[in-house]
């Protein structure tokens, strides 16, 4: 994708509690650092994020957010078998 023009992603953390966040940024570091002070979501704050498991760029924030949605619809196992489909 082209690095001039602003990106957004989608991803899936797993936590402490082996249990899955997911959400939408614009800087995946920067938000898995908001993460892990417990600054980003509630989730997050009383189930510890471990790493990423799963991330996806999209050009557009809507696209981005229409995959979050997507994904928090599914159940667990239908995320495993995602993020089995999409290693880094």
Do not use: W
């Not at 001039?4 to 249990?19: M, S």
């Not at 892990?36 to 809507?62: D, Q």
């Amino acid at each position: 994708m082209d690095k001039t023009q602003k990106h957004y992603f989608t991803y899936i953390i797993l936590t402490e509690r082996n249990t899955y966040y997911c959400g939408y940024t614009d800087d995946l570091e920067k938000r898995f650092e908001k993460h892990k002070a417990g600054l980003a979501a509630k989730y997050t704050r009383a189930n510890k994020p471990v790493k990423f498991v799963y991330t996806k760029e999209f050009r557009t924030k809507s696209e981005a957010m229409k995959e979050e949605c997507r994904i928090k619809a599914m159940t667990r196992k239908q995320k495993e078998a995602l993020i089995c489909s999409n290693k880094y």
